[in-house]
């Protein structure tokens, strides 16, 4: 936790009530931020000599937190990932609890007979909700706020602290609003942006672009409230991984020009990685040899509609546009295959091929035609 002005001043505040003999309650999230809290608050009352004052944390997930945090190396600071690997709890609370300067109490409401009057007096509470509208702080402030001797301290910018009070006036104890902001600001950005992630392209709204340190190899789009912003494409590599045929399975290989391409019939497991490929279950499942692969040959193709009888087509090229296509291939990217005033529509694209047909025995025609000698070119 940053020593930034707010937490300068809310060590400033919290030491005036303690002197006060008073307590300090801080509505707060159960994960996250109140980590650091604990131990920044810790280390303040160490230079300041207040080795008495008791930590509460009040929550029904209080202890469960606690205990997990040690587990989250992966989400916290590389000084603590290194004390988690070498086997010492990353966070400081674990030591705070056998000393029982923090004092945990699972619990989502609290009993006036019992827990709340043994509070030890003065004390830090850390609990929720921040929005003050249910939880154990909705006990805790009925019964603090009587006392001007305590103090309320808001850390958490999410609700109105104004709004969140007005239940409980007439209030005595003493309101601080001191948020504690962990974003990151445009310095941090930048720092970020160019010496630890440095991406090719960089989407920003345009409010922030003079907050954005130019970087020649950074492309920066921005963009405004309902703008529509066209993406660069992104060349996306593949992992190579593990492929386990089954010895039982025996692939049958189809010679093509130029290509091999193995059939194979079974179950399909993916992990990580690893591809295995399994007898199926089923023995009686028939197994289809053909293969369908590449682009289709439109000459080719409209040769062997002929050959099934299908006659008087219209062809006519599409005016669509193929970021994947370069400007030669333009010309011959879809094509829309009209037959007998519109009984059969056949639209074919770089990546797909639509048949619009509603006679049965005219679609498996044009399906025969489609598929016959597994036409196309890789």
């Not at 300090?24 to 131990?39: A, K, R």
Request: charged share 20%; glycine share 4%; proline share 4%.
């Amino acid at each position: 936790m940053d020593a930034s002005i707010n937490a300068t001043e809310l060590t400033a505040k919290i030491e005036n009530i303690l002197n006060d003999h008073g307590s300090v309650l801080i509505p707060c999230s159960s994960t996250g931020l109140i980590y650091d809290m604990f131990e920044f608050l810790t280390k303040y009352f160490e230079q300041i000599n207040l080795l008495n004052i008791h930590m509460y944390f009040i929550s029904p997930i209080s202890n469960a937190n606690l205990a997990i945090s040690n587990a989250m190396s992966e989400w916290v600071t590389e000084q603590r990932q290194t004390a988690s690997f070498s086997g010492t709890p990353p966070f400081k609370h674990n030591e705070l609890i056998k000393s029982k300067c923090l004092i945990t109490i699972p619990s989502d409401r609290l009993d006036d007979t019992e827990t709340l009057i043994n509070f030890e007096q003065p004390s830090i509470i850390f609990t929720g909700h921040l929005s003050l509208r249910f939880g154990p702080v909705v006990q805790l402030i009925e019964k603090m706020k009587t006392s001007s001797s305590n103090g309320i301290i808001f850390i958490d910018n999410q609700y109105s602290y104004v709004d969140a009070l007005k239940p409980y006036q007439p209030i005595n104890m003493k309101c601080f609003y001191l948020p504690i902001d962990t974003r990151l600001n445009f310095s941090q950005v930048n720092i970020l942006l160019n010496e630890k992630i440095r991406p090719k392209n960089l989407i920003v709204h345009e409010q922030y672009l003079n907050d954005i340190v130019k970087n020649d190899k950074i492309n920066i789009l921005s963009y405004r409230k309902y703008d529509n912003i066209k993406l660069p494409s992104i060349n996306r590599y593949f992992i190579n991984g593990q492929l386990n045929i089954k010895s039982d399975i025996k692939p049958k290989l189809i010679p093509t020009s130029n290509l091999a391409i193995a059939s194979i019939h079974g179950h399909l497991d993916m992990c990580d990685y690893v591809y295995d490929i399994n007898e199926l279950d089923n023995e009686n499942s028939k197994q289809n040899n053909l293969i369908t692969y590449g682009k289709i040959d439109i000459d080719k193709f409209l040769v062997n509609l002929s050959k099934s009888g299908i006659f008087g087509l219209e062809v006519k090229q599409l005016n669509e546009y193929d970021n994947d296509l370069n400007d030669n291939e333009q010309s011959n990217r879809s094509v829309e295959i009209t037959y007998n005033q519109g009984a059969a529509k056949i639209i074919v694209r770089s990546k797909q091929t639509d048949i619009e047909c509603n006679d049965p025995p005219l679609m498996n025609k044009i399906r025969d035609a489609l598929l016959m000698d597994n036409i196309g070119t890789l």
